[in-house]
């Protein structure tokens, strides 16, 4: 089917609604989660257990996004994206159920297996109905579905937990979702798919298996065990052999679930790279910065809230001056001018110090939010002119894979570095601190508990863990724009009829 004529079934804005809609319920989650966590642990206990709310989310929707791209392609858009977002809303509804810390975590899998199908299909649907040159301009909308959702996340989060129940913060989804589900049933017209669609079931568990074990190590690695020890070993031995098998099997089967072939394309491969790379750089700056703000610059945590917010304003602004700007100069001038906030935000970040102030933290979240627009605008927009209809699934898939092991590999190397460098800090100190004493620093609760001496002891050593972390912030920025410079040049061509 010409794409003209399913334009012409397809009630595009109506589609458009429910795909931002499906994307809110996605972007929203993780938000509104982190604000209700306290409430959580403190009703269901197993406060040991607490990352692992977030881990089992991630671990899932992160190995199940490029099986549910490639399945979009095989049996079309509509049938995937009902199957993922119904395993995502059983999922909220359970969650929602949970009596104990290890249900929810059981639970959570459940809704991160989900998840994987949510943002990728409906990423790709808007590929399907607009046109490249249509596209570039609708991504602005898309983008500004993750600065709502930071912005509304917490906030939706707060109220519900002070006026409802913990509970809710999983149940909220579940009307948002239908109403996605009706808007796609009803409004979307996609073309049948032709042909015999044959699963790749092996590949499919290898991937699965390979994934599963490599980023168990990544998110719990120094946590659960040692990462110097025979499990760690033996962890990342079997998820690296699992891994070439796989890539084995993928060269020989007719309809393998990630084509190698679309990654020779240079724009594909190096649009992924940095898609990687620039998901480390956000994760450490999402995950550190109202740390640094509260327990370095002893502000409140609404205004830590703000220095982020800023990345969520700068990010949606930006993809949407990008799309226009993509067809006139092409992927790599956009590219580019990303590339360089994000080395003008982490560079703003290394010079920051406990005197800087919050509005300081906010300019510098600012401009990495806007890399983060201009970089992935200008990806999702140049791979979906790239491939056609029969790939698109998977090609999209691939680069929001990679970003969201890029935020996988950033916790965990982020993570290592504060907490060595921290250890290390107090060791040359020849103070008795460990990691965990500065919680203490959160709150100005306590804060004031604390001696005015080991105040300053712990905010030292913290700022100086945390400058740390920045400049590893500003050496993946670096190798960001490196790669973009291999990016080729010319404007957006597009596959729109195939």
Known sequence: ME?????????????????????????????????????????????????????????????????????????GRKPIFFIGLTIFLVGSILCGLAGSMEQLIVFRLIQGLGAGAVMPIATTIVGDIYSTEERAKIQGYLSSV???????????????????????????????????????????????????????????????????????????????????????????????????LFAAVERKVENPMIPFTLWKNPTILYANIVSLTTGVILIGVSSYL?????????????????????????????????????????????????????????????????????????????????????????????????????????????????????NTVGAAIFGAVLNSSLISFFTKKNVQYDVNDINALLTEESRNRLPHEELVELQVGLDHSLQWVYGAVALFAVISFIFIMRIPRGKVTGHDND
């Open 146 to 244: 993750w600065g709502i959702s930071a912005v509304s996340g917490p906030v939706i989060g707060g109220m519900i937990v002070s006026y409802l129940d913990w509970s809710y913060v999983f149940w909220v989804n579940v009307p948002l979702g239908l109403l996605a589900m009706a808007g796609i049933y009803f409004f979307l017209h996609e073309p049948p798919v032709e042909g015999k669609a044959v699963i790749d079931s092996k590949g499919a568990i290898l991937l699965t298996s390979s994934l599963s074990i490599i980023l168990f190590w990544l998110v719990e690695g120094g946590q659960s065990f040692d990462r110097i020890s025979f499990l760690s070993v033996l962890l990342l031995v079997i998820g690296i052999l699992l891994l070439l």
């Open 290 to 406: 109202p740390t640094y703000v509260t327990g370095v610059m002893e502000q409140p945590a609404i205004i830590a809230g703000f220095t982020l917010t800023a990345m969520s304003i700068g990010w949606p602004i930006s993809s949407s001056i990008a799309g226009h700007l993509l067809l006139r100069y092409g992927p790599f001038p956009v590219s580019f001018a990303g590339g360089v906030s994000l080395i003008i935000g982490s560079v703003l970040f290394v010079l920051m110090n406990a005197g800087s102030g919050p509005i300081w933290a906010a300019i510098s979240s600012f401009f990495i939010g806007v890399g983060m627009g201009l970089t992935s605008t200008s990806f999702i927009v140049t791979i979906q002119g790239t491939v056609s209809h029969v790939e698109r699934g998977a090609a999209t898939a691939a680069n929001m894979f990679m970003r969201n092991f890029g």
């Open 3 to 75: 794409l003209k004529e399913m334009q012409k079934k397809t009630k595009r804005p109506l589609v458009l609604v429910s795909v931002m809609l499906a994307m809110f319920v996605g972007a929203v989650e993780a938000t509104i989660v982190s604000t209700a966590m306290p409430a959580i642990a403190s009703d269901l206990g197993g406060f040991s257990r607490y990352s692992w709310i977030f881990s089992a989310y991630l671990l899932m929707s992160t190995v199940t996004v490029l099986i549910y791209g490639k399945l979009a392609d095989l049996f």
